[in-house]
């Protein structure tokens, strides 16, 4: 089976994450993230807490209104999308 896109509600708006033939491509608000396939583990995570800054909200100093576990449920469904 293999997943094309999961839209998934937020805080900040409907973040929408598309399988693309050199990985994935995040949609959030204005901002659009291509991830490749073969991105850095560093490069996914901060995919990952972008998207989780407009699922979950942002704190008072504007990190993630999230947890690190929240932050890799969210990487592990780009990841999913991308074909990793």
């Known amino acids: ?3 094309t896109q999961i839209t998934i509600k937020g805080v900040e ?10 990985g994935a491509q995040i949609l959030y608000a204005d901002v659009c993230i291509e991830l490749e396939r073969r991105a850095s583990d560093e490069k996914r ?9 407009a699922i ?3 704190d008072r100093k504007g990190r993630p209104n999230a947890n690190s576990s929240m932050i890799h ?12």
């Open 73 to 84: 449920s969210v990487q592990t469904e780009i990841e999913r999308v991308a074909g990793c």
């Open 56 to 58: 979950y909200g942002v």
């Open 13 to 22: 708006g409907d973040v929408e994450i598309h399988a693309a033939d050199y």
């Open 1 to 3: 089976m293999t997943i």
């Open 45 to 53: 995570w901060a995919a990952a807490r972008g998207a989780a800054m």
